[in-house]
């Protein structure tokens, strides 16, 4: 009995040292795919959130609002410093959490990966079926 609990043991041994993965960093700052703005993606508390920090292209309106957002309440607030990517975890190969469109005002279950050219591959799920976008990092 001995003998199979330490060969046990043995054969269970690489699997619990095995070192976990981790998801490529996901922090820094990132042209979006229209090209229209910066989003600086890093630490919110114990998740990571991304927001508009600069927009590449002159605005419509001078400070333009959250006016499609479907809550009333947070129609008034500036889209310039609002977070559109937020509670995002390490999954170990990518990041999983939300991103808002504050085009449509709505909100997607969200998934971030680094490519291996340096780009963010960003996508937005309903349900199984997700729209991709590639954000370039900034120079």
């Known amino acids: 009995m001995r003998a199979s609990?330490?060969?046990?043991?043995?054969?269970?041994?690489p699997a619990l040292a095995a070192p976990a993965f981790a998801a490529a960093p996901i922090a820094g700052r990132w042209v979006t795919v229209e090209g229209d703005s910066?989003?600086?993606i890093g630490p919110c508390g114990a998740t990571i959130c991304g927001r508009?920090?600069?927009?590449?292209?002159?605005?419509s309106t001078p400070n333009p609002l959250?006016?499609?957002?479907?809550?009333?309440?947070?129609?008034?607030r500036p889209i310039l410093g609002?977070?559109?990517?937020s509670g995002?975890?390490?999954?170990?190969?990518?990041?999983?959490?939300?991103?808002?469109?504050?085009?449509?005002?709505?909100?997607y279950k969200s998934i971030l990966s680094r490519n291996p050219?340096?780009?963010?591959?960003?996508?937005?799920?309903?349900?199984?079926?997700?729209?991709?976008?590639?954000w370039r990092p900034t120079r």
């Open 117 to 134: 050219d340096g780009t963010l591959k960003v996508q937005g799920c309903i349900a199984f079926l997700c729209q991709t976008q590639l």
């Open 52 to 59: 508009i920090t600069t927009f590449l292209r002159r605005p």
């Open 88 to 107: 995002f975890a390490d999954k170990g190969k990518d990041w999983r959490g939300r991103i808002y469109d504050p085009r449509s005002g709505k909100s």
């Open 38 to 40: 910066v989003v600086t």
């Open 66 to 76: 959250d006016v499609n957002n479907p809550d009333p309440a947070l129609r008034r």
């Open 82 to 85: 609002m977070a559109v990517l």
């Open 5 to 13: 609990l330490l060969a046990a043991l043995a054969l269970a041994a």
